[in-house]
């Protein structure tokens, strides 16, 4: 497999986050870190996957209800389960997915 290095400026709380994992699983940092960036963007383009299957829905008049798209986030690990007490009550009725 071949690999690109490159740097980026740790805060002092994430190294030393890290330090602990390193000592605690005997792993390097970057094999940490990798895994790491690799679950975040993985989870972050399926979530623009999910964004851009809406938007296409949406402009094909197949609009899905509020509270489904809330339940699938949070079934999906994407949303806490307390996300409704955030939008103030708010029902699919009154709520717009752009």
């Known amino acids: 497999m071949s690999a690109t290095t490159t ?3 740790l805060p002092d709380d ?3 986050l890290y330090d602990t ?3 605690a699983t005997g ?3 970057n094999d940490l870190m990798v ?3 690799r679950l975040v963007g993985e989870r972050q383009l399926k979530e623009l996957a999910r964004v851009q299957e809406g938007q296409r829905q949406l402009r094909a008049g197949q ?3 509020f509270e489904a798209v809330l ?3 949070r079934a999906n690990g994407m949303l806490p389960h307390d996300e409704d007490e ?3 009550g708010s029902t699919g009725a009154d709520r717009a997915l752009a």
Do not use: K
């Open 21 to 23: 994992l390193v000592a």
């Open 71 to 73: 339940n699938e986030l």
């Open 35 to 37: 895994e790491a960036l």
């Open 27 to 29: 792993r390097s940092r």
């Open 7 to 9: 740097s980026l400026r």
């Open 86 to 88: 955030h939008t103030g």
């Open 14 to 16: 994430v190294r030393d």
């Open 63 to 65: 609009g899905i209800p």
